[in-house]
């Protein structure tokens, strides 16, 4: 088992930043890709990004130059830098990790950009 704790979400204007981070505790060891998730109002989740363990890192196009992802695998941690941010990026972002077998979510934490 995996737990994942996020935090970093909340209310910016365009234009603005967030950083957000999760944590995982538990069976840590077999932790491989990090990454996060989003899920706007009446839309289906969608990638934002993700990081292997060797530090290989995958974008949405929609975020591709504005978005930063990276992990401090000495505290299993996963990072968002959200950069100009724009109304469109309003969703909750949920954390993700996968182990052999099994892919593991974080609660969520909302992202709201206002105009």
């Known amino acids: 088992q995996v737990r994942l704790v996020e935090s970093g979400g909340g209310l910016v204007q365009a234009g603005g930043s967030l950083r957000l981070s999760c944590a995982a505790s538990?069976?840590?060891?077999?932790?491989?890709?990090m990454g996060w998730h989003r899920q706007a109002p009446g839309k289906q989740r969608e990638l934002v990004a993700t990081i292997t363990s060797a530090g290989t890192t995958n974008y949405a196009d929609s975020v591709k130059g504005r978005f930063t992802i990276s992990r401090d695998n000495a505290k299993n941690t996963v990072y968002l830098q959200m950069n100009s941010l724009k109304p469109e990026d309003t969703a909750v972002y949920y954390c993700l990790t996968t182990v052999p077998g099994a892919v593991y979510w974080g609660q969520g934490t909302q992202v709201t950009v206002s105009s």
């Open positions: 538990g069976s840590i060891f077999r932790i491989n890709t």
